[in-house]
């Protein structure tokens, strides 16, 4: 059974725009909710991370967004490049506690 | 790759053969993980562990052993490689437990025929 449920499957952006990536999680014992990229060939990339103290994180042009009442984040990759173009995955978990993954979206951004 | 070394990165085996995957790591994380990667399914945790001879299960762990004898290397065995294994394979590493900012290997394609 799948505890995070991530959407869409796939997404075509074009160069410029926003990416949106969201995930849903049903235990609320998770405090723990990362990003991670990768690339063809090769191993998931950690992206970003956000503990349920904050509402969202920004590094650069990657953003989290968390809603605990909802048990929702999200992914938000601004002015979309073609190098973004990944798969991703968000993942849950209690932070020192085994780490649950959605299924990944495939992102292209289309120059 | 954070000093991560999977290795074969591809094989191809019959059913019903033993199948080791290697997984050797220079950073001396403690921790140390195996996931396999389907599509649709994401990763999914196969066994993990938290020292030296200090391994446990993980969600989809039937099938397959784990043995990690030094802080090194952490050896995945299929004891008998079904189709159903067919998969690429990921080993993390970690200096937290559970997982939390795990660098991971380029991964193992493995094809069970």
């Known amino acids: 059974q799948q505890q995070v449920k991530q959407s869409p499957q796939s997404l075509i952006v074009q160069k410029g725009g926003i990416s949106i990536i969201n995930c849903a999680y049903e235990?609320?014992?998770?405090?723990?909710f990362p990003w991670y990229q990768q690339f063809p060939g090769k191993g998931p990339a950690l992206l970003i991370a956000?503990?349920?103290?904050?509402s969202e994180k920004k590094e650069g042009r990657f953003t989290i967004s968390f809603n605990k009442s909802a048990k929702q984040f999200s992914l938000h990759i601004m002015d979309s490049q073609p190098g973004d173009s990944a798969t991703y995955f968000c993942?849950?978990?209690?932070?020192?506690?085994?780490?649950?993954f959605g299924a990944g979206t495939i992102l292209r951004v289309k120059s | 790759d954070a000093g991560i070394t999977q290795s074969p990165r591809h094989k191809v085996t019959e059913t019903g053969t033993p199948v080791t995957l290697r997984c050797h790591q220079t950073?001396?994380?403690?921790?140390m993980y195996w996931y396999r990667q389907d599509p649709g399914h994401g990763l999914r945790l196969i066994h993990y562990?938290?020292?030296?001879?200090?391994?446990d299960k993980g969600e989809v762990s039937d099938g397959y052993s784990v043995s990690r004898s030094k802080t090194e290397d952490f050896l995945l065995t299929l004891e008998s490689a079904t189709s159903s294994q067919t998969s690429v394979y990921f080993c993390?590493?970690?200096?937290?437990?559970?997982?939390?900012?795990?660098?991971f290997g380029q991964g193992t394609r493995l094809t069970v025929v």
């Open positions: 993390a590493i970690s200096e937290s437990r559970g997982g939390a900012e795990a660098f």
């Open positions: 235990n609320t014992a998770f405090d723990y």
């Open positions: 956000i503990r349920p103290d904050v």
């Open positions: 993942a849950a978990g209690e932070y020192g506690n085994k780490l649950v």
């Open positions: 950073e001396n994380h403690r921790y």
């Open positions: 562990s938290y020292g030296v001879k200090d391994t």
